[in-house]
């Protein structure tokens, strides 16, 4: 049995995870028209392949990779084109973003689909096809898994951790997704293993999910794979990448390190199923897990395919009257939808329905009063309130000192604080200005570089109609020493000063 | 509403924390009544009526919200502290005096809840020792639990000659400090009516009830270890060493721990949060100077109790304590395995 590190702080929410880990996984019907922004993954957004009047099948690519951190996108099923609009996409403030637009056909057709042998394919091969497949994180961050497969040259990559903590309240998908998919699972682990070039996988799995640990654990004897499932205590937020390598490992990854600085590298246990899904299977990230839970009347997690409407996808459980809000994510770090006309994207884990009585609105906040509590519950080891005090006193460098971005924006702070105080909002307004703040100086940067070099370019124009003006000036009084002749003088001298008018006035409007 | 993460908030307020600290004040307070009678209580009610119309008055003047401000406990906490420290035949103005310049002048002024740099109880508690050191050292006798006298003596003409008694703590220093006398230690300490257990007759069991209550302060997480630990460990320390080196001249660390206000100092005073110290480490360098001060100025300095003076030297070299002991932040800590 391997050591547990464990981390300091953390809280224990009730997990409400029996509402919808009971039943089966629901396949959710085809919707007829699909949305899929070209905006999923962490990093750059994709490039569209597609126009208004084509004809896609089911898994056809219909963006490509728009840079270097970033992913294609696929039709989630076969039908046309309909453009590429802007619409709502998950988001807190309703952002608007362009969206492939796709209306079904029924016929749901495959493109036709080419599972490789991981094992038989150089590494790089097998990246790009992570890449073409359009892998990525499936905890919530949606960053480009073929990424995280590579190392710099101080780097490196030993243990592959595969995250199945899912220590948020209420989400249960990656919880059924670990007692159905257990082998699948476990084989894309080994396929981005040996991408990865790791020796060792070792599954987390917080201890609240015995039937997930005892799936993962039979999956892995079954294969005889060499594969440590580890039950982890449960406390949010085991589940955080950091946490979870600390409490595996004993490893602290600093703000500003990688995981690979430390020869670890972690992956959700739902991105170890795409992956599968993608390269022994051949079929591309169109399709996923969600957990619909909270205030519904038929919690429980669907299939379901990018780009379904969440409103559809929430009738499926049918959301109590008293429903005020609807959560992307778990209630500890998600965010309220301002609308459902939104889709279902790859970063969706859960859609969560609240109302006043799950969530009361918390009492008339309070001043702090220094009690600490935040402190003990942070598991970054912060001092919440010392960070409270400079942010909303907006001395910024002072919050960054007592280390602003270490933050990982848990919410266990805001949880636990007697005053309720909503001190994440404070960190997030705090990053948010410091971030605005160096723009702003970088921009200024910019436009001071512009601005010199443009003195610089009127410098040295002026020293070359100079240099010009001389030259000329000596052909000039060469030519009148070879003339003589008085007429000709005149005519010259006549002809210098209509062409001096004349650049006179050329120049008048290009003055500044 | 807020629609902001996280959406679940665990069912904690400032009110909760303020009224355990309230109950866990009974169980000393119930020992205290028990050796002194009821003109405890009565000073606690004159404290805390004090206590809520001082916080109503400016709150008012500062137009804060009245309703989430008077009912957080925070200042039945001062006025609870303040009656504690006074002597409970003590005039009715005495203690409201004490109340007015803890809420007016040491919260309000600073700010309110959450602002003030000193302990409100105890910059009330060295305003009147300095102004009324007399009447501030006039503590009944053990026994004297006669309500209708004690009244006399709170609301009516004092004549008080026949009940009061210096308390141990400055039986003792007087004692020592009169170089006529000849006193020592073990002498004063085993002839003198106020002496006879540990603490002082009666003291002990009242420093016993405060430390059950701050026990369970410890257990309810309201408050961490590291204060009262410092604290009781540096004063028995400091009076350990004394005692060992000079045995006629200096008490030992049971005598200090279990008399005057070091039990109520350890659990109840150097651990608000306001004014004291909040990293690890720094609770403890915190109490420990808190302790090493008391310790000199009751052996050495003119008070009966050095605590009160201590607590806000202490509380001056808070922000420079808290500065310097940050705790390691994640991934800071040096070593990785």
Same mark, same amino acid.
């Given at each position: 049995?391997?050591?547990?590190?464990?981390?300091?702080?953390?809280?224990?929410?009730?997990?409400?995870?029996?509402?919808?880990?009971?039943?089966?996984?629901?396949?959710?019907?085809?919707?007829?028209?699909?949305?899929?922004?070209?905006?999923?993954?962490?990093?750059?957004?994709?490039?569209?392949?597609?126009?208004?009047?084509?004809?896609?099948?089911?898994?056809?690519?219909?963006?490509?990779?728009?840079?270097?951190?970033?992913?294609?996108?696929?039709?989630?099923?076969?039908?046309?084109?309909?453009?590429?609009?802007?619409?709502?996409?998950?988001?807190?403030?309703?952002?608007?973003?362009?969206?492939?637009?796709?209306?079904?056909?029924?016929?749901?057709?495959?493109?036709?689909?080419?599972?490789?042998?991981?094992?038989?394919?150089?590494?790089?091969?097998?990246?790009?096809?992570?890449?073409?497949?359009?892998?990525?994180?499936?905890?919530?961050?949606?960053?480009?898994?073929?990424?995280?497969?590579?190392?710099?040259?101080?780097?490196?990559?030993?243990?592959?951790?595969?995250?199945?903590?899912?220590?948020?309240?209420?989400?249960?998908?990656?919880?059924?997704?670990?007692?159905?998919?257990?082998?699948?699972?476990?084989?894309?682990?080994?396929?981005?293993?040996?991408?990865?070039?790791?020796?060792?996988?070792?599954?987390?799995?917080?201890?609240?999910?015995?039937?997930?640990?005892?799936?993962?654990?039979?999956?892995?004897?079954?294969?005889?794979?060499?594969?440590?499932?580890?039950?982890?205590?449960?406390?949010?937020?085991?589940?955080?990448?950091?946490?979870?390598?600390?409490?595996?490992?004993?490893?602290?990854?600093?703000?500003?390190?990688?995981?690979?600085?430390?020869?670890?590298?972690?992956?959700?246990?739902?991105?170890?199923?795409?992956?599968?899904?993608?390269?022994?299977?051949?079929?591309?990230?169109?399709?996923?897990?969600?957990?619909?839970?909270?205030?519904?009347?038929?919690?429980?997690?669907?299939?379901?395919?990018?780009?379904?409407?969440?409103?559809?996808?929430?009738?499926?459980?049918?959301?109590?009257?008293?429903?005020?809000?609807?959560?992307?994510?778990?209630?500890?770090?998600?965010?309220?939808?301002?609308?459902?006309?939104?889709?279902?994207?790859?970063?969706?884990?859960?859609?969560?329905?609240?109302?006043?009585?799950?969530?009361?609105?918390?009492?008339?906040?309070?001043?702090?009063?220094?009690?600490?509590?935040?402190?003990?519950?942070?598991?970054?080891?912060?001092?919440?309130?010392?960070?409270?005090?400079?942010?909303?006193?907006?001395?910024?460098?002072?919050?960054?000192?007592?280390?602003?971005?270490?933050?990982?924006?848990?919410?266990?702070?805001?949880?636990?604080?007697?005053?309720?105080?909503?001190?994440?909002?404070?960190?997030?307004?705090?990053?948010?200005?410091?971030?605005?703040?160096?723009?702003?100086?970088?921009?200024?940067?910019?436009?001071?570089?512009?601005?010199?070099?443009?003195?610089?370019?009127?410098?040295?124009?002026?020293?070359?109609?100079?240099?010009?003006?001389?030259?000329?000036?000596?052909?000039?009084?060469?030519?009148?020493?070879?003339?003589?002749?008085?007429?000709?003088?005149?005519?010259?001298?006549?002809?210098?000063?209509?062409?001096?008018?004349?650049?006179?006035?050329?120049?008048?409007?290009?003055?500044? | 509403?807020?629609?902001?993460?996280?959406?679940?908030?665990?069912?904690?307020?400032?009110?909760?924390?303020?009224?355990?600290?309230?109950?866990?004040?009974?169980?000393?307070?119930?020992?205290?009544?028990?050796?002194?009678?009821?003109?405890?209580?009565?000073?606690?009610?004159?404290?805390?009526?004090?206590?809520?119309?001082?916080?109503?008055?400016?709150?008012?003047?500062?137009?804060?919200?009245?309703?989430?401000?008077?009912?957080?406990?925070?200042?039945?906490?001062?006025?609870?502290?303040?009656?504690?420290?006074?002597?409970?035949?003590?005039?009715?103005?005495?203690?409201?005096?004490?109340?007015?310049?803890?809420?007016?002048?040491?919260?309000?002024?600073?700010?309110?809840?959450?602002?003030?740099?000193?302990?409100?109880?105890?910059?009330?508690?060295?305003?009147?020792?300095?102004?009324?050191?007399?009447?501030?050292?006039?503590?009944?006798?053990?026994?004297?639990?006669?309500?209708?006298?004690?009244?006399?003596?709170?609301?009516?003409?004092?004549?008080?000659?026949?009940?009061?008694?210096?308390?141990?703590?400055?039986?003792?220093?007087?004692?020592?400090?009169?170089?006529?006398?000849?006193?020592?230690?073990?002498?004063?300490?085993?002839?003198?009516?106020?002496?006879?257990?540990?603490?002082?007759?009666?003291?002990?069991?009242?420093?016993?009830?405060?430390?059950?209550?701050?026990?369970?302060?410890?257990?309810?997480?309201?408050?961490?270890?590291?204060?009262?630990? *410092? /604290?009781?460990?540096?004063? !028995?320390? %400091?009076? @350990?060493? &004394?005692?060992?080196?000079?045995? $006629?001249?200096?008490? =030992?660390? *049971? /005598?200090?721990?279990?008399? !005057?206000? %070091?039990? @109520?100092? &350890?659990?109840?005073?150097?651990? $608000?949060?306001?004014? =004291?110290?909040?990293?690890?480490?720094?609770?403890?360098?915190?109490?420990?100077?808190?302790?090493?001060?008391?310790?000199?100025?009751?052996?050495?300095?003119?008070?009966?109790?050095?605590?009160?003076?201590?607590?806000?030297?202490?509380?001056?070299?808070?922000?420079?304590?808290?500065?310097?002991?940050?705790?390691?932040?994640?991934?800071?800590?040096?070593?990785?395995?």
């Amino acid at each position: 049995m391997r050591p547990l590190f464990g981390f300091t702080g953390g809280v224990k929410p009730a997990s409400h995870k029996t509402e919808s880990n009971q039943g089966g996984i629901v396949v959710a019907p085809l919707p007829p028209v699909l949305t899929v922004p070209l905006r999923q993954n962490a990093g750059l957004a994709s490039r569209p392949l597609v126009q208004a009047g084509d004809r896609v099948l089911k898994g056809q690519a219909i963006a490509g990779p728009g840079g270097s951190i970033s992913v294609a996108i696929h039709a989630p099923t076969s039908g046309t084109v309909r453009g590429i609009e802007t619409h709502p996409i998950p988001h807190p403030s309703g952002l608007l973003a362009p969206c492939v637009v796709i209306e079904a056909d029924g016929e749901d057709r495959w493109i036709e689909r080419t599972p490789v042998d991981p094992y038989a394919l150089p590494v790089e091969e097998l990246r790009t096809r992570l890449r073409d497949a359009g892998v990525v994180g499936l905890g919530g961050a949606a960053f480009p898994s073929f990424v995280k497969t590579q190392h710099g040259p101080t780097q490196r990559i030993e243990t592959l951790i595969l995250n199945g903590a899912e220590c948020e309240p209420f989400i249960t998908c990656d919880d059924l997704l670990m007692r159905t998919q257990a082998g699948q699972i476990l084989d894309g682990a080994a396929v981005l293993a040996h991408i990865a070039g790791a020796q060792r996988i070792v599954v987390g799995i917080e201890d609240n999910k015995p039937e997930a640990v005892a799936a993962m654990t039979a999956a892995a004897q079954r294969a005889g794979l060499l594969v440590e499932v580890v039950a982890v205590p449960t406390r949010y937020p085991a589940g955080g990448e950091k946490q979870l390598i600390r409490v595996l490992t004993g490893i602290e990854v600093p703000f500003g390190k990688l995981p690979p600085d430390y020869g670890v590298q972690c992956f959700n246990v739902a991105t170890a199923y795409a992956t599968a899904r993608a390269l022994l299977h051949g079929e591309p990230m169109i399709s996923r897990l969600v957990t619909v839970t909270g205030n519904v009347e038929r919690p429980g997690n669907f299939e379901v395919r990018i780009g379904t409407p969440i409103a559809d996808l929430l009738k499926l459980a049918e959301p109590k009257a008293d429903t005020d809000r609807n959560l992307m994510g778990g209630p500890m770090m998600g965010f309220a939808l301002p609308t459902l006309d939104a889709p279902v994207i790859k970063a969706t884990n859960c859609i969560l329905a609240g109302s006043k009585a799950m969530f009361p609105a918390p009492g008339p906040e309070m001043p702090c009063i220094r009690c600490g509590s935040c402190a003990r519950a942070c598991p970054m080891d912060l001092q919440p309130f010392e960070m409270y005090w400079f942010s909303r006193a907006k001395i910024l460098g002072k919050a960054q000192e007592y280390h602003l971005f270490d933050c990982i924006e848990c919410g266990c702070c805001t949880y636990v604080c007697p005053s309720r105080i909503p001190l994440v909002d404070y960190f997030r307004f705090a990053k948010s200005e410091i971030r605005a703040r160096e723009k702003e100086n970088e921009a200024a940067d910019a436009a001071r570089q512009r601005y010199e070099f443009r003195l610089e370019r009127e410098e040295r124009e002026k020293q070359e109609k100079a240099a010009k003006l001389a030259a000329k000036a000596a052909e000039t009084k060469a030519k009148l020493a070879q003339a003589g002749d008085a007429d000709d003088k005149k005519a010259l001298i006549a002809a210098a000063v209509a062409r001096a008018q004349e650049q006179k006035a050329e120049e008048k409007p290009g003055v500044e | 509403m807020s629609n902001n993460s996280p959406f679940l908030r665990q069912p904690a307020s400032v009110q909760v924390v303020m009224l355990k600290v309230l109950a866990a004040l009974l169980p000393g307070i119930a020992v205290y009544i028990h050796f002194f009678g009821w003109a405890v209580v009565v000073q606690i009610a004159i404290a805390s009526v004090t206590a809520l119309v001082a916080e109503t008055v400016m709150l008012a003047i500062r137009k804060k919200a009245l309703k989430p401000f008077l009912t957080d406990g925070s200042a039945l906490v001062t006025a609870w502290l303040v009656a504690l420290t006074l002597p409970p035949i003590a005039p009715w103005w005495l203690a409201v005096l004490g109340v007015l310049i803890a809420i007016v002048v040491a919260k309000h002024l600073y700010g309110g809840l959450g602002q003030n740099p000193f302990n409100p109880a105890m910059v009330a508690f060295c305003a009147l020792i300095v102004a009324y050191p007399q009447l501030m050292s006039q503590w009944p006798a053990v026994g004297f639990t006669d309500f209708g006298a004690q009244m006399q003596a709170v609301f009516g003409h004092r004549d008080l000659d026949a009940v009061v008694m210096a308390t141990p703590l400055d039986a003792l220093r007087t004692a020592l400090h009169t170089p006529e006398a000849r006193a020592t230690v073990s002498g004063v300490l085993g002839s003198h009516a106020t002496f006879g257990n540990i603490g002082g007759r009666g003291w002990e069991w009242i420093a016993l009830g405060y430390l059950l209550g701050g026990l369970w302060l410890v257990q309810q997480r309201v408050i961490t270890w590291h204060i009262p630990a *410092a /604290f009781l460990g540096t004063l !028995g320390l %400091a009076s @350990l060493l &004394a005692s060992l080196a000079s045995p $006629d001249q200096y008490a =030992g660390p *049971a /005598f200090h721990v279990l008399t !005057g206000g %070091a039990m @109520l100092g &350890a659990f109840f005073i150097a651990t $608000d949060p306001v004014s =004291g110290s909040t990293t690890p480490r720094g609770k403890l360098i915190f109490a420990a100077g808190l302790a090493l001060l008391t310790w000199i100025i009751r052996v050495f300095g003119a008070y009966p109790d050095g605590i009160a003076f201590a607590t806000l030297l202490m509380n001056i070299c808070v922000p420079l304590i808290d500065m310097s002991t940050q705790p390691a932040v994640f991934g800071h800590k040096g070593k990785q395995p």
